[in-house]
């Protein structure tokens, strides 16, 4: 594994580039981001909106795809700012904390028409394990209907824009062409909305699953979309931590203390799945959400890499016994699957050239299950 020099994402980090210097493509999309003129984009973004603005006030001006999180809280406001008359649609996440709601019902307080769509639960806990099991994703029924689900809507309404947030390329790192993106595409969704291979046709005749069960994870035909997807984030100087602060002055709840397998107490707040799903990616890649968060603030100037190395060492890729206080047991029993069930797919799954494995080949584990990678980054 090699780190980037400036922050501290590996090269195992899928689409992730590390060019001659060392530095990583995240990193110097960063650095552009001080070459943009961001009042020109604030005009853009005021042409576009103004552009799909309902004349006679018949209709919706836009639809906000929202979680409860603090970006979607970020982009309601922004949107109420720009005097728009938004329908937010939230895709229900797979395992809704109590936070979660909490925070949704806040959205609905900022003065905006709300539709919550809640896919078949019966479904959605097969997907949960065929994707836990198939492809090291639990939250795979969630990354694909939190992209299709806020579409269907937009047809069935006839709303011709949606405002998405960031474009995670550009954030993390990805392909330039798709980096540089202000739209979201069919192509960009199976490229990089995390369906991670796994087709949702694919899925059909698995464990009883039939075509009519996978209508809200399906992208409505090209020809009855006529939907622009926009990405708030490249118009707006994207931020987290800023986005945080804005989504708390304006009603949203954090927790007291630092969630799980993270740095910060005020996102990944709203699906008891997500630690889980956090830990695969340390299982597979070598890195988790504390890695994301830690080089996010490295660039910003918030904290220095040697803060950053050992963050890392403290938070990520802790074994997943708790998160948001709900025990893996608990979290686990909707899929009917055991703790020593989710240890074996762990196991198939985690990659054998990054963690520590004795002269049998075995991983070696402490007394609470953690793995030991072979190589950190250096400060």
Known sequence: MQYCKRCVMPDTKPDLVL??????????????????????????????????????????DCIVPVSGGKD???????????????LCVTATTCHLSEVGRKNIENIKQLGVDYVEFSPNPLVRRKLNRIGLTQVGDISWPEHCGIFTIPVRAAVQYNVPLIVWGENSQNEYGGPATAAENNVLTRRWLEEFGGLLGLRVTDLIGMEGIEARHLIPYSYPSDERVGVTGIFLGYYLPWDGYANALIAQAHGFTTLTNTVEGSLVSYENLDNYQTGIHDYFKYLKFGFGRATDLACLH?????????????????????????????????????????????????????????????AKGALVKDRQGNLQKKQHPEA
């Not at 530095?23 to 003129?37: F, G, M, T």
């Not at 979607?72 to 938004?86: C, D, E, H």
């Not at 100037?301 to 025990?327: C, N």
């Open 298 to 358: 490295v660039r910003r100037g918030r904290i220095t890499r040697q803060d950053a190395v050992e963050m890392v060492r403290m938070h990520d890729g802790k074994f997943p016994w708790t998160y948001l206080g709900k025990s893996i047991e608990e979290i686990l029993a909707p899929l009917n699957m055991s703790v020593d069930e989710f240890i074996k797919v762990c196991d198939r799954f985690t990659n054998k050239k990054i963690f520590v494995t004795d």
């Open 19 to 60: 060019d001659d210097e060392g530095i990583c493509n995240a990193c110097r999309s960063y650095e552009k981001r001080v070459e943009v003129d961001w009042d020109a984009r604030k005009i853009e973004l005021e042409k576009v909106v103004e552009k799909y603005r309902s004349k006679d006030g018949s209709s919706w």
């Open 72 to 86: 979607s809280t970020y982009q309601v406001v922004r949107m109420l700012q720009l005097g728009m008359n938004p």
